[in-house]
């Protein structure tokens, strides 16, 4: 599976958009980008996945370059309770299904 | 929809002694469960992969005799950690795949912090 590369951290206002950057330059066709996020000591939570095309859902957009090789998740009014690790994980879609976690990167949203 | 459950979420046990962990997937099917572990401001290590009925699938480095997977039924998957030794103290995490999916989202528990004294 391509490896992924996000910043350790970033600071974002509460109430503004927070757009967090992931490189994934050797993805492949068949890899999906899936982002989690992890509020602290607490299992994981799905938030989007895509494989080409933009998606969003009720908590984010995630933004695809036409080549794939980064994408943006796009927390659109961030509140306080968006404070967390967010990972960005390419995966090869089919049965093995196995997301491998780097460090991600610590969003804190201020006041 | 798509919630997953881990008891206990945290336990505190001797040394030498095993420490069972239980993984459900409550309101899916899940094919396949994975278990992470995670150490203190560490990101998330796949342990190992389960899958319904048959062995599980360890990491490289991870100890298949100490890490005892059991899934044994498509809600279901347990973690035994034998002979437990301070060392083996972390926040272990399970995942869940939908078996109705043909992507690879899954879905997190909440987690179990284990002590080991």
């Known amino acids: 599976d391509a490896k992924t590369t996000q910043p350790p951290s970033m600071d974002c206002a509460e109430g503004r958009a927070a757009n967090l950057p992931c490189n994934h330059s050797t993805i492949s066709g068949n890899e999906y980008v899936y982002w989690y996020r992890q509020i602290h000591s607490q299992g994981p939570q799905y938030i989007i996945h895509?494989?080409?095309n933009n998606e969003t859902n009720e908590m984010a957009s995630l933004i695809i370059t036409e080549d794939r090789k980064s994408s943006t998740l796009i927390l659109p009014h961030a509140t306080l309770r968006d404070t967390a690790v967010y990972y960005c994980i390419v995966s090869r879609s089919g049965n093995t299904g196995k997301l491998i976690f780097g460090q991600g990167t610590t969003l804190q949203v201020k006041p | 929809g798509a919630v997953v459950s881990q008891h206990p979420s945290w336990v505190i046990c001797k040394s030498g002694t095993s420490v069972k962990i239980e993984c459900r997937s409550l309101d899916f099917q899940a094919t396949t469960m994975f278990w992470y572990r995670q150490f203190p401001k560490q990101s998330l290590m796949l342990m190992a992969t389960?899958?319904?009925?048959?062995?599980?699938?360890?990491e490289q480095g991870v100890e298949k005799d100490k890490f005892l997977i059991n899934h044994a039924s498509l809600t279901l998957s347990t973690l035994t950690v034998t002979s437990a030794h301070p060392e083996d103290s972390s926040f272990y995490i399970c995942?869940?795949?939908?078996?109705?999916?043909?992507?690879?989202?899954?879905?997190f528990g909440p987690g179990t912090r284990l002590t080991v004294l």
């Open positions: 389960s899958n319904e009925g048959s062995k599980a699938t360890y």
């Open positions: 995942s869940a795949r939908s078996s109705s999916q043909s992507t690879d989202t899954q879905y």
């Open positions: 895509g494989l080409k």
